[in-house]
């Protein structure tokens, strides 16, 4: 399992300018990002699957992204009580 817990937070790109993010890009260059950030090398993630398939085989994978440790369910604004970008 991969986790990245920097994703979703207010700082988690400003809080590693020192690692070599670029900094004071317009917008929303600061919030954390599921694994990279303005001007960061990003890694790639390599798992070793082979203890689960057989030479010759055929092997299906499957990627969910999780919010929160959990589903992502939308909620639609209500009563103007909107942010800027449209969200509650």
């Avoid at 303005?38 to 499957?62: C, Q, Y």
Wanted: hydrophobic share 30%; net charge negative.
């Amino acid at each position: 399992e991969i986790v990245m817990d920097q994703a979703g937070t207010n700082d988690g790109c400003a809080s590693q300018v020192a690692d070599g993010v670029t900094p004071n890009q317009y917008g929303t260059w600061h919030y954390g990002r599921a694994g990279w950030c303005p001007g960061f090398k990003v890694e790639a993630a390599v798992l070793d699957l082979s203890p689960w398939v057989r030479t010759g085989g055929t092997a299906s994978i499957t990627y969910k992204g999780l919010y929160g440790g959990g589903d992502y369910h939308a909620e639609p604004c209500r009563n103007g009580q909107c942010n800027s970008q449209g969200f509650p």
